[in-house]
């Protein structure tokens, strides 16, 4: 079966897009929320992240998500302790999840594909762009978020010149109607690709 990851910046509407490949039948596996679903629901890494973050990790037995983003946003050391806990398991998880899929081609979403060097996981990648002021406007609205903050977490992701550069397809997600056409052209490709393997 083939493997396509989905990437994108914050705001580019990585979120919009896999929505619509899963109304074209694409089985979609949402790398972050199956990570945040896990760490709510495993133990082993509850005790972990207690362990590395300390007991303000969990909150009422929920993951203390805004006390864990101060911790490791300008820590990478941090991140990359958090990501070895919670990575692998995620990892099992979509191998068990892929078994389950009867499709010619499945999409994984995941927003650092390329930071963490992950290219060789798929067999084709998509970067969903958009321009800057137009993700600022949407995480900020999302959000609630103050402009300073969301440019602050743009400058911390790979920029999208980089990600374009190492990417098989990129939609321009300015415009819905005109993603989606765009989607839809690399969805048929796809398809075709997986009739020649």
Excluded: C
């Excluded at 990585?14 to 896990?38: C, W």
């Amino acid at each position: 079966m083939i493997i396509v990851g989905l990437t994108g910046g914050i705001g580019s509407g990585k979120t919009t897009i896999l929505r619509y490949f899963e109304s074209l039948g694409v089985p979609v596996y949402i790398a972050d929320k199956e990570a945040k679903e896990l760490m709510n629901s495993s133990k082993v890494i509850k005790r972990k992240l207690t362990e590395l973050f300390g007991e303000k990790a969990y909150e009422n037995g929920e993951l203390n998500r805004s006390y864990l983003a101060t911790k490791i946003f300008n820590n990478k050391a941090l991140l990359a302790k958090m990501n070895a806990i919670v990575h692998p398991k995620v990892a099992s998880h979509f191998k068990n999840w892929l078994k389950k899929q009867n499709a010619p081609y499945i999409i994984k979403e995941a927003a650092v594909i390329f930071e963490n060097n992950l290219e060789d996981q798929y067999n084709y990648i998509i970067t969903v762009v958009a321009d800057e002021d137009l993700r600022i406007q949407r995480v900020m609205k999302r959000d609630n978020s103050s402009k300073e903050k969301v440019k602050a977490i743009i400058k911390n992701q790979l920029p999208d010149s980089e990600k374009i550069k190492r990417s098989h397809f990129v939609i321009t997600n300015n415009n819905l109607g005109s993603a989606k056409q765009e989607a839809h052209k690399i969805h048929l490709q796809i398809l075709e690709k997986t009739e020649e393997n």
